[in-house]
């Protein structure tokens, strides 16, 4: 079975990095989709970015800039790191395993991130 | 980007009542077309891939039709379980996203 979790910090301020860790275990790391995903009760689902297992990244363009998602195959752990963050950054993070058709099949628990 | 709208917003909806939710994109996106389901407090879990493909484990209680601009989830006798919020989410353009959400109440 398919387990992922998120860990990092639960508080930012304003202007700072949040960086996040997500540990897969259970499965393979190959050949799938390591996708960022947030949830806020004023966005709701946003799709932040992905990282393919070969290290090819993919992220949304509103976060484009601020964004950076890496892989340590190894350890099979997904690292984000989103700069500058505001208010606006405040949401539930979850890491999720996506398929070759890109629809979300394993999902971590979430780690809510407080920017304030 | 592709706009992803749900309707209704939520529902109100008896233990064995036939629920339909529909979810309508901005442009065509064939069938890259996917449902979830989130209870409170947890994360979404798959239910439906393709607009038509049932997750391994899903209930056969849960379906998926539509292609191109128009889809719809539909659960053929609701169970106290099914209560929950339901959300679309398209993957044929980058970036992927997600409906509002329908959440399904207890009548």
């Known amino acids: 079975q398919v387990l992922l979790q998120e860990s990092g910090p639960g508080l930012v301020k304003p202007s700072e990095s949040l960086s996040l860790t997500c540990t897969v275990s259970?499965?393979?790391?190959?050949?799938?989709?390591w996708n960022w995903i947030r949830q806020s009760p004023g966005k709701g689902l946003e799709w932040i970015g992905y990282?393919?297992?070969?290290?090819?990244?993919k992220y949304n363009p509103s976060l484009q800039s601020r964004l950076s998602l890496s892989l340590d195959t190894s350890t099979k752990q997904l690292s984000l790191s989103l700069n500058s963050v505001t208010a606006a950054d405040t949401a539930v993070y979850y890491c999720?395993?996506?398929?070759?058709?890109?629809?979300?099949?394993?999902w971590g628990l979430g780690t809510l991130v407080t920017v304030s | 980007d592709i706009q992803m709208t749900q309707s209704p917003a939520s529902l109100s909806a008896s233990v064995g009542d036939r629920v339909t939710i529909t979810c309508r994109a901005s442009?065509?996106?064939?069938?890259?077309l996917h449902w979830y389901q989130q209870k409170q407090g947890k994360p979404p879990q798959l239910l439906i891939h393709?607009?038509?493909s049932l997750q391994s484990g899903v209930p056969s209680r849960f379906s998926g039709s539509g292609s191109g601009t128009d889809f719809s989830l539909t659960i053929s006798s609701l169970q106290p379980e099914d209560f929950a919020t339901y959300f679309c989410?398209?993957?044929?353009?980058?970036?992927?996203?997600f409906g509002q959400g329908t959440e399904v109440e207890i009548k």
């Open positions: 393709s607009a038509t």
């Open positions: 259970g499965g393979s790391i190959s050949p799938y989709y």
């Open positions: 442009q065509k996106i064939s069938t890259y």
């Open positions: 999720a395993r996506g398929d070759w058709r890109n629809f979300f099949d394993y």
């Open positions: 989410q398209q993957s044929l353009s980058m970036p992927w996203t």
């Open positions: 990282i393919y297992y070969t290290g090819n990244t």
